[in-house]
């Protein structure tokens, strides 16, 4: 029994072996079945994440060029490209200081944006310009400066404007050529002479400017054919050329400082609103080094503040100092430097300066060409602006801000007296028959 009982055992235990086999084959077989789903499953939905990452990646790229290309169809001209941030910045702050309105001073809009017929710094041929300019004919010169010949030219489109060929000779001339270029093509502003264009053919450089049709402030303060300015002209150029100041100082990054400031580069248009030209020296904030410029003196004798000057410390204090100078050359009617004067009144800023803070002495300091058209408060008010401007010191000077603050009231109650009728503040201001 024992045999059969273990022969029944083992055949037992065989059958169990081999049913526990074909149930663990079978086990193994659903084992194998159930991992193979879950592998498709993952499969699957790694493939979706994948294609939904590559997708979202798709959308943002093709947004993005989307947006780039619509930014290049609107940046049509090399300048504005450049410039954008600058204008946009300058556009702001520039609503930042009071402005006179009425008509009296300049339209309070002008100074958000480039007028609206702003083409936009063109680029000429030389050949557009002898055109322009009936062959630059000498009847066609209007002035004669240190960089150049100034010719009135008028341009393909009717546009009359006023076009100086800078002399070949010099870095110093290729220099301001770029930097004129540079600056003015992101400038814009109402107080300063519009850049229509320029000229780099060949060895020929060329800036086109628009044209003033009443010359410069110099002439009209120092030449004897034109009729002297009245006080209120006069006022109103102080403030035009101080917000051209303030634009450049304040309202421009990084800022600019001028260099150049002077009565020959106060422009004057048909309307006797004055705008700064002239940038060929112009330095930017950005070239400073310790917070100053320390840089060689150009400039002109008799406008550069004396720590420039002795040192080449260049600050935005040195152009407050030139507008002190201009200041001075309003109220007075002399000019910086006059040797044929007697001695002592040879520097105008050394003979005013202890007369200015001095009611009897200003009156007796103004130019004879004023007698009678001022307000005696408005007088000592200016020759205060002039006095703070000119001081040796230079961080005692005022920031242009202050001149215009100053200014704006003066100007205010000026255009308010005139239109009370009173004749001591009307404006004729055109110029003598030569
Ligand atoms: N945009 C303009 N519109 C009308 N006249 C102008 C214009 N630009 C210059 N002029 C005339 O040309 C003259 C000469 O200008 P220019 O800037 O060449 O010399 P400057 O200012 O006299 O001296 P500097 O070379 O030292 O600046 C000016 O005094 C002005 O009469
Ligand atoms: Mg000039």
Redesign the pocket.
Known sequence: MEPSTTGESAKSHRNHTIKHHSLHSQLHVHHHGILSSTSILIIIISTISVVLVLTIFLIIAMLRRLKSSKNRGSCRDLSSCNTSKSVAHNTISFTSSPDVNGGCLYGSNLGHKPPSKYKGVQVFTYKELEIATNKFSASNV?????????Y?GTLSDGTV??I?MLHREGKQGERAFRVEVDLLSRLHSPYL?DLLGYCADQNHRLLI?????N??L??HLHHKQYRPLEWGTRLRIALGCARALEFLHEHTIPAVIHR?F?C??I?LDQDFRAKV??F?LAKMGSDRINGQNLTRVLG?TGYLAPEYASTGKLTTKSDVYSYGVVLLQILTGRIPIDTKRPSGEHVLVSWALPRLTNRDKVMEMIDPALQGQYLMKDLIQVAAIAAVCVQPEADYRPLMTDVVQSLVPLVKNLSSVSSTGSSRFMNQSSPRPM
């Open positions: 209007i002035g004669n400066g240190g960089y150049g010949v100034v009135r404007a006023a100086k002479v400017f628009e044209f003033m049709h010359g410069s110099q002439h150049d002077k020959s580069n422009l030209s002239d060929g002109t």
